[in-house]
Every structure is written in C-alpha cells, then in structure tokens.
Nanobody, 122 residues
Framework: VQLQASGGGLVQAGGSLRLSCAAS????????VGWYRQAPGKQRELVAA???????YYDPSVKGRFTISRDNAKNTAYLQMNSLAPEDTAVYYC?????????????????WGQGTQVTVSS
C-alpha cells in the first residue's frame, strides 16, 4: 500500500486542521492505519491509529482533541485535529499495516511517505 499524507498548514493556537491519507492498493480496507508525527529534534511518535474494523487508539496527548477516521470506499484515512497547540507542530505521516505494527508493538514499516507539515503559532 502506497500512502500520501496531505492537508497540513499554518494555523493559530486553538484552530483546526484535517489531514488526509490517500492510499493506493486494494488491501487498504483490511489494514490498520496510523498517524504519526515528528517534531524537530524528536523521535517520530504515534498520534492515533484505526483498525480495519474501525477501532481507534489515541495517544493521551491528543485524546479528546484529535479524531481519526477512514473511508474505505475512497481508500482514505483522516485525522481531524481540533484545539491545536504549539506543541502539535510537527511533520505528520501516515502508514498502514498490521495493527501491532501500526502500534509499534511488532515489526516495522519498510518505508515512509513524505509527510505533511503542521505548524501551530501561539
């Protein structure tokens, strides 16, 4: 599955953005999808994940502010980000695979897409 993240931009604190993750390939609907972010000087971290069946996971830092969803008919996953704060500034990536891989519990991704920059000004 090839994935492309988009929708980033510059927003003021308290604002909202919706990121999209467009996938190619017929197996998208059975894969879990994860949204990740990497801030300058920090490691990439999992923000949110959604299973093929729609079960969602959120990092505690974004729970209640971010919502992950997917539209299998469009081969697209989304990350709705509300109440954005400067600490949310990062490059956001998406990736897809087995649930345990998306959560970082086993395996690893062979590659990453380009990501989309999210900048939140105070």
């Amino acid at each position: 599955v090839q994935l492309q993240a988009s929708g980033g931009g510059l927003v003021q604190a308290g604002g909202s953005l919706r990121l999209s993750c467009a996938a190619s390939g017929s197996t998208f609907s059975i894969n879990a999808v994860g949204w990740y972010r990497q801030a300058p000087g920090k490691q990439r971290e999992l923000v949110a994940a959604i299973s093929g069946g729609g079960t969602a996971y959120y990092d505690p830092s974004v729970k209640g502010r971010f919502t992950i969803s997917r539209d299998n008919a469009k081969n697209t996953a989304y990350l709705q980000m509300n109440s954005l704060a400067p600490e949310d500034t990062a490059v956001y990536y998406c990736n897809a695979g087995h649930w345990s891989t998306v959560l970082g519990e086993s395996g690893h991704f062979d590659s990453w897409g380009q990501g989309t920059q999210v900048t939140v000004s105070s």
